[in-house]
């Protein structure tokens, strides 16, 4: 295994959303707000990591898949739509998932941002460079063989997007959601057919992602089967960006 492949933590390359007009008194914290991100193919681990950062540092994340399955639930001709790439494991055209994801960040400019599946195309990485400086991009390696297997036993709660995995997180109870007690479900772009098709297309797309974050250095690549092994050393990157609020070893 070899995490931190592609770099080692750094000191602070913290950065601020632009100023949109005349300079406006921007609160001391606002210097140090976090743009990270964690791009990864289906089932590498990104919701897990993203939970354990987002404890551990006192942030919210904001999935990307999460926040579409939750805005499609409004219906609508746009919805239905949307909801049929979700269904077989395609991407949502970028001007779609793009205007979602903007106006969402645009709502929390003054939050640190921990994106998760955002961005995964060229044309969303772009967009995403016209409203700010990202600190650092962390990416997950896992093996075809690893994710086919996590995806076959991944169970939701489809209201909180928390996953359960029956063998390396199950819930407390089976079946059923630990915190709110709702049953879990199987997500329908983890069947197989979907997977397969999933797992191409994100490569595809995010090749040419992973090069422009790779030149500018702010590229961090951790690779292996096991969430575990791999997260201290996120833990350890990400310590050098943002203070703790919880030790690293406390799951
Ligand atoms: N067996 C095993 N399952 C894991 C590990 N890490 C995450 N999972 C499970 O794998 C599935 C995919 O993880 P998730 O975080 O949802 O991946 P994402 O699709 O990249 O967001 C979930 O069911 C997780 O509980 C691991 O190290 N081992
Ligand atoms: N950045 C994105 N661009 C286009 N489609 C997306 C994006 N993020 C999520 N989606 C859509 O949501 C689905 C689920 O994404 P996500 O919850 O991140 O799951 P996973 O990481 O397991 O693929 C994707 O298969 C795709 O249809």
Redesign the pocket.
């Known amino acids: 295994m070899c995490p931190g492949g592609a770099g080692g933590a750094r000191p602070g390359r913290l950065t601020r959303v632009p100023p949109r007009s005349a300079p406006v008194p921007v609160p001391a914290m606002a210097s140090k707000l976090l743009r990270a991100v964690v791009l990864?193919?289906?089932?590498?681990g990104?919701?897990t990591v993203c939970e354990r950062i987002a404890r551990r540092f006192g942030l919210q994340h904001l999935?990307?898949?999460?926040?579409?399955?939750e805005s499609l639930g409004g219906g609508g001709e746009a919805g239905a739509l949307?909801q049929q790439?979700?269904e077989?494991?395609?991407?949502?055209?970028?001007h779609?998932?793009t205007r979602l994801?903007m106006a969402e960040l645009e709502k929390r400019r003054e939050q640190h941002w921990l994106l998760?599946?955002?961005?995964?195309?060229l044309g969303?990485a772009k967009a995403l460079d016209g409203i700010c400086q990202l600190d650092l991009v962390i990416s997950l390696n896992i093996p075809f063989e690893t994710l086919k297997d996590r995806?076959s036993a991944?169970w939701v709660h489809p209201a909180s997007?928390r996953v359960y995995n029956m063998d390396f997180n199950p819930p407390h109870t089976q079946g059923v959601d630990d915190l709110t007690g709702e049953p879990l479900v199987q997500?329908e772009?983890?069947r197989p057919e979907?997977v397969a098709a999933?797992l191409r297309?994100?490569k595809d797309?995010a090749k040419p992602v992973m090069e422009l974050y790779k030149s500018r250095g702010i590229l961090h690549s951790f690779s292996g089967t096991e969430t575990n092994k791999i997260w201290p050393y996120v833990y350890t990157l990400l310590s050098s960006r943002i203070p703790p609020v919880l030790p690293e070893e406390e799951h």
């Open positions: 990864g193919p289906p089932g590498s990104k919701g999935s990307s898949g999460q926040f579409l399955r949307a790439y979700l077989r494991g395609l991407l949502v055209p970028d779609v998932i994801m998760d599946g955002f961005p995964r195309t969303q995806l991944r997007g997500r772009d983890d979907a999933r297309k994100y797309a």
